[in-house]
């Protein structure tokens, strides 16, 4: 099960839906792996701004990994240094799109360049690296949801649906 | 033909046997594929995304949303079709043993889309007492909305029993707060394919459809409302003028005897002392 995917699991209880302690579901046991998968940076970026930034780094916290997340979602810092000049920026894209693709690339190339290191070690983490065996404990209700060969078995008993 | 619906819950239908023909079958091969070569173009997905996968069993359709560059979750209720999953070298998403009628355990705006074949029609079996179908649908719409994000489509092909529970499966979709519509391939005929395509927070799904190639629209609201329309404005008030002339109208084509019409027909006798 890719870290990319427990970023966005919760703990699939009725009760513990508006817990706020049962997001990001906390590793145990955990044993990782490492696939290889195709570096897409248009999926990362597209995925990145929905990349719950501080659970990541509770759970890249317990897997020992902590030192492979940056302190800030890539995305936030970009906008951030964009924020002075947001409106002329928003623009010149705009033209460029409308001029052809051969303008946009070069202009957005600009700024991708440092982001794309960035983004391949992001790659590296949220997709490449998975959890084969060991479970997944609901911070609320301490329900463990047994992962077997990288399956989560999110399975529940009829008492707890 | 007998519908596995009606004869095992799905986790114990597909057993090891079962799946195994079923992934090995190049005829069940063949559909699954055209289905969602079919259901991606319907979804109309402009980058690569982030896809949920609903009753993804071994992985079929899955393998087609990674040659399309994309990143999928895969759930499915049966064991064995998992164990298939695993043990075929091509399927890249991450999966889940997990029931979609206990809801969608992600949290709020996950996925870009969502894709379902020949899967949610399980929905309509209750396999205990303490579950109904409604409740099932109930639960796995209401989870699948708050799963994707705004703007969001979701399509899910599915073999519906009658047409009773075609509606039962639709409406379901629109309680949850989709934008929904049907979509029918080869309509009519034995092959036919149903399609649900859903659209969150996107209102009118009928606009998005309609550019695409070969989509017929009949709009079942519009129907309705003409119905209505037709009925409110056809029927005269019992009693008034039209609708006595039309009486006598009537009566003379059946052959009666019928006073003629005049300046006096339906109006008022004055007041009496």
Redesign the interface.
């Known amino acids: 099960?890719?870290l990319?995917?427990t970023n966005?699991?919760?703990?699939?209880v009725?009760t513990c839906k508006t817990s706020p302690l049962s997001?990001p579901l906390h590793f145990k046991d955990a044993t990782l792996e490492r696939t290889e998968?195709d570096f897409?940076p248009?999926?990362m970026r597209?995925?990145l701004p929905?990349v719950?930034w501080d659970a990541l780094t509770t759970t890249a916290t317990e897997l020992g990994l902590q030192a492979l997340v940056p302190a800030k979602n890539p995305v936030d810092v970009v906008e951030q240094s964009r924020g002075d000049d947001g409106d002329i920026d928003v623009q010149a894209e705009a033209e460029a799109d409308a001029e052809g693709t051969t303008i946009n690339a070069t202009e957005t190339n600009a700024d991708h360049e440092i982001e794309e290191e960035i983004l391949r070690r992001l790659h590296n983490l949220l997709?490449e690296t998975?959890v084969v065996e060991g479970k997944l404990v609901c911070g609320n209700c301490g329900f463990e949801y047994p992962i077997k060969?990288?399956?989560?078995?999110?399975?529940?008993p009829?008492h707890l649906? | 033909m007998s519908r596995p619906e009606d004869l095992l819950p799905p986790d114990l239908y597909y057993n090891d046997t079962e799946s195994a023909k079923y992934t090995t079958s190049s005829r069940i091969q063949n559909i699954q594929a055209s289905m969602t070569n079919r259901a991606l173009e319907l979804l109309d997905l402009d980058r690569p995304s982030f896809i949920l996968d609903i009753g993804c069993g071994s992985g079929l359709s899955g393998e087609i949303l990674s040659e399309d560059g994309h990143i999928w979750v895969g759930m499915d209720i049966s064991p064995s079709m998992l164990d298939i999953a695993l043990q075929r070298e091509d399927v890249e998403g991450d999966l889940f043993l997990a029931d979609m009628g206990q809801g969608i355990p992600f949290r709020p705006g996950t996925f870009d889309a969502a894709i379902s074949i020949s899967a949610i029609q399980w929905l309509c079996n209750a396999e205990t007492s303490d579950v109904s179908p409604e409740g099932r649908l109930r639960r796995f719409f209401d989870g699948l909305y708050a799963s994707l994000r705004r703007g969001a489509r979701a399509v899910c092909q599915f073999y519906p029993k009658n047409d009773q529970q075609r509606t039962m499966i639709s409406q379901a979709a629109v309680r949850a707060g989709f934008g929904a519509g049907i979509l029918e391939d080869d309509g009519g005929t034995k092959n036919v394919k149903t399609y649900l395509v859903l659209s969150v927070g996107g209102g009118d799904i009928t606009g998005t459809v309609s550019k695409m190639e070969g989509v017929d629209i009949e709009d079942g609201r519009k129907l309705r409302e003409a119905m209505h329309r037709g009925k409110r404005k056809g029927e005269d008030i019992k009693g008034s003028k039209q609708w006595i002339l039309k009486k006598k109208e009537k009566m003379k084509n059946k052959g009666k005897i019928v006073k003629s019409d005049s300046k006096y027909t339906g109006r008022r006798r004055g007041p009496k002392f």
């Open positions: 099960m890719k990319l995917t966005f699991l919760t703990c699939a009725k997001f998968i897409d248009l999926f597209n995925l929905r719950n997709l998975g060969e990288g399956v989560g078995n999110f399975l529940l009829a649906v």
